[in-house]
């Protein structure tokens, strides 16, 4: 890298400076920098000198360098004389504010319309203070309505009553799970036909309290996903205290979809609650080809067959153990939203107040809540009940996503006739019923 400490300034002659202050007047000071190859600046500071006749002290040098070399005699030249009041320009200002456009409301627009067919455009905008361009534009936007082709400017609510209802609908989406976040609430307003974009929703949120929870984040490697539904189950507990009394929640969780098939709460990791949870989804869902759970003694047995693992062979399942979190990691990343959307919100009174929480809430999760990892506008039951591109479809055109699944379009496998090793097998809602080997 150069030594910046070693170059000069470049010096300007007095002729320099009167032909830049020449072609400022005649083209802008920009214009004049731009053309000449001098900086904006000392062609500013010229113009100053040349308009009030007060040399600035001293030299004016080209910025970019640390070190200046005094200016000669030949290159400190008098300053121009200053001009006639008449020739004087004004000074320009380096700096200009930006400005702001004005939000007219639509009765404004209908009087200022009213002026403009009463003295012409030209005199109504002076008179108005509004720029011809503008009225020009309402003239044909009305003109266009008037023809059915667009909305009328001078019609509808104005635009704070806009803001106000849309800062009202991202506030009382907020309100329904405030365990949401802004991209959430974002996306649960879409999937309605409600276009915002997550910048507005995080200023209205935090406008009314909303403070981002501290999450800790990991890498996670190996990603996976199911190609089907019920092609793969997630199983695992969740450990919580319920005014000193712990709670096991276990979710049974569709691999594909997110979907809860099934669910239960006990006082103790128990092989009974995995059992019955899982025949329980099995018989409104169908049966999945494998699950997947931890080590723990609900679920494994390292010694031997767990009772679990029979059901499983009973039913033709095959059996996945994780061997570390991120395998499970669905049911991970489950368990910590359960965690922000519903225990941290509701203090529980007792266990039972926790199972009647439970049932609304794994409801709501499956077919009102958008999931990001389903592509932000779609809930379980879209993937689960195979209707994602209807949903989306509907989403595009503006109509917004149905409120529940249709589970009448649901087809499930309750009657199978299957060949396992040459031997035929009966099953009757996910359960063998008959085996020629028994």
């Keep these: 890298m150069a030594d910046r400490t070693k170059q000069t300034r470049r010096q300007y002659t007095a002729d320099e400076k009167k032909r830049a202050v020449a072609l400022a007047k005649e083209k802008g000071v920009c214009a004049a920098a731009h053309e000449l190859g001098i900086p904006q600046s000392n062609v500013s500071k010229w113009w100053a000198v040349a308009a009030t006749g007060v040399e600035p002290s001293g030299p004016v040098l080209e910025p970019g360098t640390t070190e200046a070399v005094a200016p000669t005699a030949s290159a400190s030249p008098p300053a121009p004389p200053a001009p006639t009041p008449t020739e004087a320009p004004t000074k320009p200002s380096p700096m200009r504010r930006a400005r702001v456009a004005k939000v007219y409301t639509p009765t404004q627009i209908a009087q200022a319309l009213e002026r403009v067919a009463a003295i012409g455009v030209r005199p109504a905008a002076k008179e108005l203070g509004i720029s011809r361009n503008a009225l020009r534009d309402w003239e044909r936007k009305v003109q266009k309505a008037a023809k059915g082709e667009g909305v009328a400017p001078t019609s509808g609510p104005d635009p704070k009553t806009i803001e106000q209802r849309r800062d ?13 976040g802004p991209s959430q609430i974002r996306n649960q307003l879409r999937r309605a036909g409600t276009k915002v974009s997550v910048h507005t929703v995080r200023r209205v949120m935090e406008e009314a309290g ?21 092609q793969l189950w997630h199983m695992d507990f969740l450990h919580r205290y319920v005014h000193g009394q712990k709670v096991f929640v276990l979710a049974l969780i569709d691999d594909y979809s997110r979907f809860v098939t099934g669910w239960a709460l006990d006082d103790a990791e128990r092989a009974d609650a995995v059992i019955g949870a899982f025949e329980g989804a099995v018989q409104r869902h169908g049966r999945p080809e494998a699950v997947m759970s931890d080590g723990g003694s609900a679920f494994w047995a390292w010694k031997g067959s767990s009772r679990f693992t029979r059901i499983l062979e009973e039913y033709g399942v095959d059996q996945l153990i994780a061997t570390t979190p991120e395998l499970n990691g669905k049911s991970e990343v489950f368990n910590a939203n359960i965690q922000k959307e519903l225990f941290n919100r509701i203090t529980f009174s007792d266990v039972g107040d926790l199972r009647r929480h439970l049932g609304p809430h794994f409801s709501w999760y499956n077919h009102h809540r958008t999931h990001h990892a389903l592509g932000g506008l779609l809930v379980p039951a879209d993937r689960f009940y195979g209707r994602s591109e209807e949903v989306l479809a509907r989403i595009e055109a503006g109509g917004g996503a149905p409120d529940s699944a249709d589970l009448t379009l649901r087809t499930l496998d309750l009657f199978r006739v299957v060949s396992h090793r040459g031997k035929p097998e009966i099953w009757l809602m996910g359960r063998k019923i008959f085996d020629a080997k028994e």
């Design 210 to 230: 909303y403070r981002p929870p501290k999450v800790e984040r990991r890498d996670h490697t190996g990603d996976y996903e199911a190609l089907r539904p019920n």
């Design 168 to 180: 009202a609908s991202i506030l009382s989406e907020w309100r329904k799970q405030q365990g949401l």
